[in-house]
């Protein structure tokens, strides 16, 4: 599907309400449920009609802005970038990243299909529990600093690496989504623009535009304080000071906020969010490598780790025991390979 037919083929733009259940896409998606908003559309659960039996499917539909329906040249680089994700999510295929199957045109918009992911964003994650044990924040940086890695060595850069970028399912997979931003590395992308999340960009990119490898793992690095601490580093001030203090200060240690958090852990994140790329690890497969080192893989069980915020207080209790035997049996393992390393 080329730019310029997809362009002429959509004769009307509609800014399109949020779909309600029993609704169909392309006359062949039937909707369940909505699943989420993002900036540029919105990923409803679906059933295939043609295929009955298949496993329910999320479907992203692009929606049009205010900005889009009357803006000139706005259109056509949205219609770009769609078709983009469509092209990149397609090349990659790891359980560390959404699959995404096929591009769907509807009568006024673009869509495509994906597997669905039971669960919750880690954003919404981050939200509903402010403390996550660190056993599951090391299991979510672990996880993401693999995707990272695999789309990395395929040459293409995220450039939104952030909570709301990556799902949890509830039984544990951990799956980073949205390639709406990515680009493949050395090119110029659309007319050259900074894209991603203010929150989470690397200072040389927010300063000079400059881009590689290294901005993801910054946002990486934003990733896994968010999930330590429950809050990224600098939160006093509005949103200019915030950035100011981002360009010019060593974010405080994560374990200074989080008296859990092992000071290796601690350490392996401030190194990923060093200012100076040069300074940091200069590729996601370092800070795998790191956090083997000092933390050994622990498979976190789903029981311990599916804290949904819609779980009444009663399902909270219930997890809540695991979970902490699941954290201090984690700690009881780093504590005693930590030993060994102190050892030899
Ligand atoms: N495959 C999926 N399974 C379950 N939920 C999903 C899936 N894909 C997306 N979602 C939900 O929909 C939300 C929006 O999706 P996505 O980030 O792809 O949209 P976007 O418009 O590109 O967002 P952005 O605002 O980052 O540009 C996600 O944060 C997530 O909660
Ligand atoms: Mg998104």
Redesign the pocket.
């Known amino acids: 599907m080329s730019l310029e037919n997809t362009l002429s083929e959509m004769t009307h733009l509609d800014r399109g309400a949020t779909l309600a259940p029993g609704e169909r896409i392309a006359d062949r998606y039937e909707v369940i449920r909505h699943?989420?908003?993002?900036?540029?559309?919105e990923?409803y659960?679906c059933s295939d009609l043609e295929q009955p039996q298949r496993e329910k499917i999320?479907v992203?539909l692009m929606s049009h802005s205010e900005e889009e329906l009357f803006g000139p040249g706005v259109h056509e680089v949205n219609v770009a970038r769609f078709l983009d994700e469509v092209k990149i999510s397609r090349i990659l295929s790891h359980p560390n990243i959404?699959q995404v199957h096929e591009l769907i045109r509807t009568e006024c918009s673009l869509a495509f299909t994906?597997?669905?992911?039971?669960?919750?964003?880690l954003?919404?994650l981050i939200a509903s529990n402010s403390s996550m044990p660190i056993a599951n924040s090391l299991y979510i940086f672990r996880e993401v600093a693999k995707a990272v890695s695999f789309m990395h060595s395929l040459g293409i850069i995220h450039r939104?690496i952030?909570p709301?970028?990556i799902?949890r399912a509830h039984d544990g997979r951990v799956k980073v989504?949205?390639f709406?931003?990515a680009r493949m590395e050395g090119s110029l992308g659309i007319q050259g623009e900074i894209a991603g999340?203010l929150s989470y960009l690397s200072p040389e990119y927010l300063k000079d535009g400059q881009l590689d490898n290294r901005s993801d793992i910054y946002s990486l690095g934003m990733v896994a304080y968010e999930i330590v601490t429950g809050s990224l580093p600098f939160t006093c001030g509005g949103v200019i000071q915030t950035l100011q203090m981002r360009l010019s200060s060593d974010p405080p240690a994560p374990n200074k906020k989080n008296c859990l958090c092992p000071p290796e852990l601690s350490n392996i994140i401030l190194k990923t969010l060093e200012r100076d790329p040069e300074q940091r690890y200069q590729n996601a497969a370092q800070v795998i490598e790191e956090l083997d080192r000092y933390f050994p893989e622990v498979p976190v069980k789903s029981e311990a780790t599916s804290i949904s915020r819609k779980n009444s207080s009663k399902s909270q209790e219930s997890t809540a025991l695991p979970t902490e035997k699941a954290n201090q049996g984690f700690l009881q393992r780093v504590s005693n390979k930590l030993r060994l390393i102190f050892a030899e």
Do not use: F, P, R, Y
Request: proline share 0%; charged share 30%; net charge negative.
């Open positions: 699943l989420g908003t993002g900036g540029s559309s990923v659960l999320a992203k959404i994906m597997e669905h992911i039971e669960g919750d964003n954003a919404e939104d952030k709301d970028n799902l989504i949205d709406g931003t999340t």
